[in-house]
């Protein structure tokens, strides 16, 4: 509950930093659909064949201020696995480079390969760094069903390969405290690469390809490994 009365708190201090024109800006949104060759979350490895779908809802609220949220469903086609999330946040540029953030999950679990409650929320915050293609971001998440936090340091560079074609290097590293481990360690690594292309002002499709990395937390019962996917969205 003080987490809880926490994040609100804060939600608020972000809305009445600056005044509000809401009128003046439109809701951005966004329709997604993917598949990836196997879904791998912070280094934990489910069955092959993941396919999702997104809806993302954006609003700005001022000139630095923003509210984002959406829906996203996932299944895996051996039938060991769907679900479906409800999210939203709240984001603030402070600087030209730096924006802070405030995020919010519901996981609504209909079928699951492990033990776990029907429902469970997570708690995040965010700050970001971005100029130019470089963004680098240090997140902090608290599980309920894990009783812990996940803290990852997230990087990526977005080289212009053409007007309408990109590549974007990834790699992001995640310590766990009592995240579903009993103590404090690492918990994975990952690197990645992704080609967005913006096929015109509202379709854009993205291959990817990425490395999972299983560090102390979790190199037990994990391995390592490589999969890859492509996602294509419609914004309007």
Do not use: C
């Not at 560090?215 to 309007?236: C, K, N, P, Q, V």
Request: aromatic residues 16%; negative net charge.
């Amino acid at each position: 509950m003080k987490k809880t009365l926490a994040l609100f708190a804060l939600i608020t201090l972000f809305n009445t930093a600056a005044p509000i024109h809401a009128e003046s800006s439109p809701v951005s949104t966004t329709f997604t659909t993917a598949y990836e060759s196997r879904y791998v979350l912070y280094g934990y490895r489910l069955s092959r064949h993941l396919y999702m779908a997104d809806i993302y809802l954006f609003k700005p609220l001022d000139e630095n201020t923003s509210i984002w949220g959406g829906v996203w469903y996932g299944y895996l086609t051996d039938g060991t696995y769907q679900e479906v999330d409800v999210y939203g946040g709240i984001d603030r540029m402070i600087t030209d480079t730096l924006t802070l953030g405030l995020a919010y999950s519901l996981f609504n679990y209909i079928e699951v390969p492990f033990p776990t409650s029907d429902h469970v929320s997570e708690f995040a915050a965010h700050a970001t760094y971005a100029s130019g293609g470089l963004s680098l971001q240090l997140r902090e998440q608290y599980d309920t069903e894990a009783d812990g936090h996940l803290v990852r340091a997230i990087g990526s560079y977005t080289l212009p390969l053409a007007d309408s074609v990109s590549l974007v290097l990834g790699a992001e590293a995640g310590y766990a405290f009592n995240y579903f481990i009993d103590g404090n360690l690492w918990n994975h690594a990952e690197v990645s690469a992704k080609t967005p292309w913006q096929l015109n002002d509202q379709w854009s499709i993205s291959p990817f390809i990425a490395r999972s990395i299983p560090l102390a937390a979790i190199d037990d019962f994990e391995e390592y490994e490589t999969y890859g996917g492509i996602s294509a969205s419609y914004t309007f």
